[in-house]
């Protein structure tokens, strides 16, 4: 059975920083076998995808909303991958939470994934 434990979020004024962790145990659990992936809720709105990094960290993949602002990456030997937010917005509010596919290039959708961590909370204020 694998946990993924989310941490880093905040509140940060707009056009601010932060970096979340998301870290994986298991006692099987092969962490750079993974893609990992990061979301986001925000109050009365669906989860929504936010970024992915396969089990190699060679490919990536962003949301439209965050390219060129998010960078995802991960430390195999510390079965981390990191979540680094720059030129936050007040629309970058929500839940954000790790969660990891058999996928190796996942088009995103939320049902490609499992093992979701509880989320950190990120608010970004104007």
């Known amino acids: 059975q694998v946990q993924l434990v989310e941490s880093g979020g905040g509140l940060v004024q707009a056009g601010g920083s932060l970096r979340l962790s998301c870290t994986a145990s298991g006692r099987t659990f092969t962490f750079n076998t993974y893609t990992m992936g990061w979301f986001r809720q925000a109050p009365g709105k669906e989860r929504e995808f936010v970024a992915a990094i396969s089990g190699s960290g060679t490919w990536k993949n962003y949301a439209d909303s965050v390219k060129g602002r998010f960078s995802i990456s991960r430390e195999n030997a510390k079965n981390t991958v990191y979540l680094q937010m720059n030129s936050l917005k007040p629309e970058d509010t929500a839940l954000y939470s790790c969660?990891?596919?058999?996928?190796?290039?996942?088009?995103?959708?939320?049902?490609?994934?499992?093992?979701w961590g509880q989320g950190t909370q990120v608010t970004v204020s104007s």
């Open positions: 969660a990891k596919t058999i996928w190796t290039r996942p088009t995103g959708r939320s049902g490609e994934f499992d093992s």
